[in-house]
């Protein structure tokens, strides 16, 4: 169980995309308890589905006829790179296109936002039975197109630059895990095509507060070295923020919550080495200013291995195991 | 230590993101008004309702002398003696310009109020009404020519007031408090224009007294904000009590005759009834044309159909139709299939730069709608200018009749010809901002900014190329978009030019120039 599980659905739903896409429950390298040896590249190709009819506005849930299901298809690229065996870097970039299915707006693609972590293995401890690991996480993520956030729900982005900060706890014994983490994440103001709109008061001017975010997410099931199953809850919090006014449209700054369950896997090919295949769905079990969302997620990565001189990991060499979690 | 270096570059990024965190509008920290000139004979310019600048009498003042005035001062200097830092604030908030903060704050309440009704649960809409406060829907919907309607009644009536204002501070000629008693501090630039009756207290009480008529649920609110523009110029040293006093109560005197107006205006004729509604659609079909209907679902009713019985204030109802262009291409017509197919091959791949240039111009729902931007545009070029207060009024109130009289002119093109959007006639136009609830023709953002940068040409003629061009680009925007045809933004142009030009007529003639 050396890889990566990575979906698109925390590179997007991490930073930025609360309302197309509330943080799903994919396992991913940002957030799971799984490092890439050192020298190692892990590299992959995700496709993602989000879509909604119903969403809250405020605390108000309703649908609306001029909008039908709005859907985000994500196609992303991401890879892991083992700095050492306790020092990852991670990089993502996702290409978003939505779709509503009714009234008359016209869908919106294109890149998203360049998502980059640091990910540290701060501390293994053999407690009972298990092993307790500790991580420290930092990520960064800015806009790499310019794409219009204020037009939302239709927006692939809310175009903030982020930083966020992680801390998990992992602990495993036998095959069952479990994984706890909280991240808090600064958002940078951002700028939107108009000289003025209004919050709970108008404001004159093209720059747009974004309040910082909170989450937790928790995730516990079964892991071996072919296979990962997992159960993931996930709570998140805008730290400010107003609520949508009855028959308006969503803006960036409004206070998006969201509270999602989902179950992913992983599955490491036998017949090619360094080769796995990820999944996974989630739905929002609670909002507030976002959809009511339904998602899955499908990826593919490959480990590279630069630890010899062949290039290739999947050539008779096995690939390392974690450093972490081996029985 | 990696560790180390990481957390320090994390710190560093951490720290340019915080110190981006500060939003404040354009015009927070701008410096305190100093006209060029006091337009001392402002008392004479040519007024909108007012039959003469002393139709309401303002008593003459106490001599600076008296026991009442002294008390007046005293009151000043026991506020100066202990400002601060939020009545300083005040001070200096409400020292850009009466006009400015009341015009931004009148946008704000549009923003605010510009919001369509959500349905009932059998799919009908109601309908805003003032008889009914607090309660949802809220009142009143502040769409654009609702929204253009509530600037110029405002703009027009601080303006009177401001001439009446004027009028009696020649006639009375009383100094300010901080030319009267050398201790007392001007905590704003200092003028030579007479304080009584108060120019603030005028505009406070005016713009108060109009919320009566047009934002019924802000009373309150804007009653703070009035007594807090009052309590800022006493504070400043620039007026007094008494000069404040005699001030608002000839602001909300003047307002009374604005209010008349506004209540007899036909705006209650605008809804119309489902009846009516049919019948547009029964005339344009006698007419060989497909009619005009509502892309929401549920059908929402026509936004104001019957906006072009409002009495205009630049010229009589009689001559709105003469406003009316030729009619749209014949909706059968190969014409209108050909301009429906130029808004699909636009609109299909956008173009690099077209969804800013929508964005910007779009000022939908929960916006202060195109008249307001508009406004926007024409107080920071104003801002720029050192207008007398009763200039700054004069011009915004040029502004916003123009306004007002082109969605009226506009509003009688839309229904007379009740022609159908785009997308009505080919579903596949997908939009680049929402579709607004009423005919195609003529495009409504074409023909305010065309009709303000007319008027905003011949005010700031160095800035004509420049205003120009931004109404060409609004007018621009609504066919990127895919929500107009070519030919609504060419002849809504056309149209609020037209329209500007009385505006223009009424500048030349009306003493200021």
């Given at each position: 169980m050396h890889l990566l599980n990575f979906t698109k659905r925390t590179l997007i739903a991490a930073f930025?995309?609360?309302?197309?896409?509330?943080?799903?429950?994919?396992?991913q390298t940002d957030i799971d308890a799984i490092m890439m040896n050192k020298n190692n590249f892990c590299v992959g190709g995700t496709y993602g589905n989000n879509s909604w009819k119903n969403y809250w506005e405020g605390t108000f849930k309703r649908n609306n006829l001029n909008l039908g299901t709005v859907s985000t298809k994500t196609f992303g690229l991401m890879g892991n790179y083992g700095i050492t065996d306790k020092l990852n870097f991670l990089v993502g970039l996702p290409y978003v296109e939505t779709h509503a299915s009714a009234g008359t707006l016209h869908g919106q693609k294109g890149l998203q936002d360049l998502s980059m972590w640091l990910k540290w293995l701060a501390l293994e401890q053999q407690i009972g039975s298990g092993t307790l690991s500790l991580y420290a996480i930092g990520g960064l993520s800015l806009p790499v197109s310019h794409y219009?956030?204020?037009?939302?729900?239709?927006?692939?982005?809310?175009?903030s630059t982020n930083l966020s900060g992680r801390v998990m706890a992992d602990y495993q014994t036998g095959n069952f895990f479990v994984t706890a983490s909280g991240t808090y994440t600064w958002r940078s103001d951002i700028t939107i095509d108009q000289n003025s709109y209004y919050t709970t008061e108008l404001y004159l001017t093209d720059k747009v507060y974004m309040p910082n975010m909170a989450s937790y997410n928790v995730r516990a099931g079964y892991r071996s070295e072919r296979l990962i199953a997992e159960a993931v809850f996930d709570q998140m919090y805008t730290l400010g923020g107003f609520d949508i006014r009855k028959n308006d449209m969503p803006f960036p700054s409004n206070k998006m919550n969201a509270t999602t369950a989902g179950v992913n896997f992983k599955y490491t090919f036998k017949a090619v080495d360094g080769l796995s295949l990820v999944g996974g769905g989630d739905y929002t079990l609670a909002g507030r200013n976002v959809g009511q969302a339904t998602a899955w997620d499908i990826g593919v990565f490959y480990i590279l291995s630069?630890?010899?001189?062949?290039?290739?990991?999947?050539q008779g060499q096995k690939p390392a195991q974690p450093s972490s979690k081996t029985n | 230590m990696k560790l180390h270096k990481i957390s320090t570059a994390g710190l560093m990024i951490l720290t340019l993101v915080a110190c981006n965190k500060s939003v404040s509008n354009r015009?927070?920290?701008?410096?305190?008004l100093t006209p060029?000139?006091?337009?001392?004979?402002?008392?004479g310019w040519q007024t909108v309702?007012?039959?003469?600048?002393?139709t309401f009498a303002v008593a003459a003042p106490a001599a600076t002398n008296s026991t009442a005035y002294i008390a007046d001062l005293n009151e000043i200097k026991g506020y100066q003696h202990s400002l601060t830092s939020d009545q300083e604030a005040t001070i200096k908030y409400w020292s850009a310009g009466g006009v400015l903060r009341w015009n931004e704050i009148l946008r704000g309440l549009v923003a605010k109020y510009n919001l369509p009704p959500y349905q009932n649960a059998d799919g009908s809409y109601p309908i805003p009404s003032?008889?009914?406060?607090?309660?949802?829907?809220?009142?009143?919907?502040?769409n654009p020519p609702y929204a253009a309607r509530a600037y110029a009644y405002i703009a027009a009536a601080q303006y009177d007031a401001l001439v009446a204002c004027w009028h009696y501070k020649t006639l009375y000629n009383r100094p300010a408090p901080y030319t009267v008693d050398?201790?007392?501090?001007?905590?704003?630039p200092k003028t030579t224009?007479?304080?009584?009756?108060?120019e603030a207290a005028v505009l406070a009480g005016v713009t108060a007294e109009m919320m009566k008529l047009l934002?019924?649920?802000e009373i309150a609110n804007i009653q703070q904000l009035a007594q807090q523009h009052e309590l800022s110029v006493i504070m400043s040293g620039a007026a007094a009590r008494s000069d404040v006093t005699a001030g608002e109560a000839l602001g909300r005197q003047i307002a009374d005759v604005f209010i008349a107006r506004g209540r007899t205006d036909n705006t209650s004729k605008a809804v119309g009834t489902q009846a009516q509604w049919t019948n547009l659609q029964t005339i344009a079909i006698n007419n060989g044309q497909i009619p005009w209907y509502s892309l929401e679902t549920p059908q929402r009713p026509?936004?104001?159909?019957?906006?072009?019985l409002v009495k205009p204030?630049?010229?009589?109802?009689?001559?709105?139709?003469?406003f009316r262009p030729g009619p749209p291409?014949?909706?059968?017509?190969d014409t209108l299939k050909q301009d429906a197919q130029e808004v699909y091959n636009i609109v299909k791949?956008?173009?690099?730069g077209n969804m800013k240039i929508v964005q910007f111009w779009a000022?939908?729902?929960?916006?202060?709608t195109p008249p307001g931007h508009w406004n926007a545009i024409a107080a920071e070029d104003f801002?720029?200018?050192?207008?007398s207060e009763v200039r700054w009024a004069r011009n915004l109130a040029l502004l916003n009749m123009a306004e007002m009289d082109a969605a009226i002119v506009c509003w009688d093109i839309k229904y007379f010809y009740f022609n159908p959007r785009p997308t009505q006639m080919?579903?596949?136009?997908?939009?680049l901002t929402g579709i607004p609830n009423f005919p195609s023709y003529v495009s409504g953002h074409s023909v305010f900014s065309s009709a303000a940068a007319t008027i905003l040409s011949h005010i700031l003629p160095q800035n004509q190329a420049k205003y120009q061009a931004m109404a060409s680009q609004a007018a621009e925007s609504r066919l990127m978009g895919g929500i107009h045809y070519r030919v609504d933004c060419e002849v809504g142009l056309t149209v609020g030019a037209n329209v500007g030009n009385y505006a223009v007529t009424r500048a030349e003639g009306d003493g200021a120039e």
């Open positions: 930025t995309l609360f309302w197309v896409h509330p943080p799903g429950a994919t396992a219009e956030p204020a037009f939302l729900p239709m927006s692939i982005g809310l175009h630069f630890t010899h001189k062949g290039k290739k990991s999947s | 015009t927070a920290n701008i410096a305190a060029g000139s006091e337009d001392i004979n402002a008392g309702l007012l039959t003469r600048p002393d003032s008889a009914n406060p607090f309660a949802y829907p809220q009142y009143p919907f502040a050398s201790t007392i501090q001007a905590k704003v224009l007479p304080a009584y009756p108060s934002f019924p649920d026509p936004m104001l159909p019957f906006f072009s204030f630049l010229f009589d109802s009689a001559t709105v139709a003469s291409p014949s909706t059968g017509s791949s956008p173009a690099s000022d939908g729902a929960g916006t202060y801002i720029t200018q050192n207008f080919n579903p596949a136009i997908k939009t």
